[in-house]
Structure formats: structure tokens, C-alpha cells
């Protein structure tokens, strides 16, 4: 699979809020992973962390303690994944991710961890 396969099946179209979200969720994830800007160059809302990137649980691991990081407790990707079935794990995007988050914050989550 190449990068241009990324983000390939339909998905809802995104505001500018949105859209902001996604490309911080994106940054945090090449930054927890240690990964470039090219890594893959067309990352974006549809790319499914599983499917896409075949991301492991070590590295799965590392970007929700990054999101906790930079987020707050309430920002637990690692319990939003516990609860999810298999199919919906492996469709599991970026923008799903920036959704959670963006929800657990306006649910008056803690956004005064360290960042």
C-alpha cells in the first residue's frame, strides 16, 4: 500500500475546526512515534491508525500517553480502544481520534496537563 491509498473510503466533510484537530492529532502522532513530516506525506483525517499505518500496541501505547500528555487525563485513548469491537478498531481514523478528544474536553476534561 502506498501513501496515496491513504484515506481512500468516504468520510464526512470537516470544518476549519476540524480540519485544525486532525492536522494536531496527525503532528502529535509523528511526534510520539519519532517519525518526519514525510512520514506518510498525505496523512490526514481518514487515515486509519490500523489499516493504514499498522500501527503496534507499543506505538498505539506511546501516542495515547502523548495525547495525555498534551491533553489531559480526560484524553484516554487507550480505554476509548478498550471499548471498541474489532471492525471498528481497525477503521479507527485520525479524525475519530480528533473527535474523542475534541468530546472529552467539551465534556470539561483536564486540559492542564503538562504539555
Given at each position: 500500500m502506498t501513501a496515496r491509498d491513504?484515506?481512500?473510503?468516504?468520510?464526512?466533510?470537516?470544518?476549519?475546526?476540524?480540519?485544525?484537530?486532525?492536522?494536531?492529532?496527525?503532528?502529535?502522532?509523528?511526534?510520539?512515534?519519532?517519525?518526519?513530516?514525510?512520514?506518510?506525506?498525505?496523512?490526514?483525517?481518514?487515515?486509519?491508525?490500523?489499516?493504514?499505518?499498522?500501527?503496534?500496541?507499543?506505538?498505539?501505547?506511546?501516542?495515547?500517553?502523548?495525547?495525555?500528555?498534551h491533553h489531559g487525563d480526560a484524553a484516554d485513548l487507550l480505554a476509548y480502544i478498550a471499548d471498541l469491537d474489532l471492525d471498528a478498531l481497525i477503521t479507527l481514523t485520525i479524525a475519530d481520534v480528533a473527535r474523542y478528544v475534541a468530546d472529552r474536553l467539551a465534556a470539561g476534561g483536564d486540559r492542564s496537563a503538562p504539555r
Open positions: 491513504f484515506g481512500t473510503t468516504a468520510a464526512p466533510v470537516f470544518d476549519r475546526d476540524d480540519e485544525s484537530r486532525c492536522a494536531d492529532i496527525a503532528a502529535l502522532l509523528r511526534e510520539s512515534l519519532g517519525e518526519d513530516r514525510t512520514w506518510p506525506a498525505d496523512l490526514g483525517p481518514h487515515t486509519r491508525l490500523d489499516a493504514d499505518l499498522a500501527l503496534d500496541s507499543l506505538e498505539t501505547a506511546a501516542f495515547a500517553a502523548a495525547l495525555r500528555q
